[in-house]
């Protein structure tokens, strides 16, 4: 079964630090991957994802993420963290099936804080 | 464009009561929607696909005549958690994926979510 893994479930970064979320999945075949922001209180919203076209993909509020099907990984990155990206960010997988039917499995995703 | 809404966003009820949560996509039309439930501190678990104009389908473990789920229309799909406890207390989100694009890999769009409980 899929699957997909978040290490660290609080990561903290001082303002402008470097921001690095990890992602591993679990799967025969490359999925989709995605990256979604929560912030508190509120649904989740899109930042990322990756449907098997370039492996390096660029997001929203300077997001990016990196597909390394060697290392089964979906890390995300900012090179720059702001207060405002304190949240909770979730990675997710949809397996390849039939495009009417596709799930999303989360991970049990991560509290990123930012200090000033 | 991609809006989903949920209503209402919390809600208070009396054990026993049954409370219905609507969700809808605004400026899209949605033949697939989902439902999941977040515990606090935790992540979202899919409780059920709705399709429109069909019958639900329920996750493994995800009580069908406690949670039922209708979809009359390509806009609307309302969650109606039956005869409520204080163990259904929870924060459950929809989401719903955009009918007109169907490729595989799709974004799913989210609502902000409703807090449930139950007293």
């Known amino acids: 079964a899929q699957s997909v893994t978040q290490l660290g479930s609080h990561v903290s970064v001082s303002e402008g630090a470097l921001v690095l979320l990890r992602c591993n999945y679990s799967?025969?075949?490359?999925?989709?991957l995605f990256w979604y922001v929560q912030y508190p209180n509120q649904g989740l919203q899109l930042l990322l994802k990756y449907t098997s076209a370039a492996t390096l993909v660029k997001g929203i509020n300077g997001f990016e993420a990196e597909f390394k099907k060697s290392e089964t990984s979906f890390h995300l990155t900012k090179p720059s963290a702001h207060m405002s990206d304190a949240a909770e960010y979730f990675c997710?997988?949809?397996?390849?099936?039939?495009?009417?039917?596709?799930?999303?499995?989360f991970g049990t995703g991560t509290r990123l804080q930012v200090f000033p | 464009g991609a809006v989903v809404s949920q209503h209402p966003s919390r809600v208070i009820c009396k054990s026993g009561t049954s409370v219905k949560i609507e969700c809808r996509s605004l400026d899209f039309q949605a033949t697939t929607m989902f439902w999941y439930r977040q515990f606090p501190k935790q992540s979202l678990m899919l409780m059920a696909t709705?399709?429109?104009?069909?019958?639900?389908?329920?996750e493994q473990g995800v009580e069908k005549d406690k949670f039922l789920i209708n979809h009359a229309s390509l806009t609307l799909s309302t969650l109606t958690v039956t005869s409520a406890h204080p163990e259904d207390s929870s924060f459950y989100i929809c989401s719903a994926r955009d009918a007109a694009r169907l490729g595989a890999g799709e974004t799913q769009y989210f609502g902000p979510g409703t807090r449930l409980l139950v007293l």
């Open positions: 709705s399709n429109e104009g069909s019958k639900a389908t329920y």
């Open positions: 997710a997988v949809s397996p390849k099936t039939s495009y009417n039917t596709d799930k999303l499995i």
């Open positions: 799967s025969s075949v490359p999925p989709y």
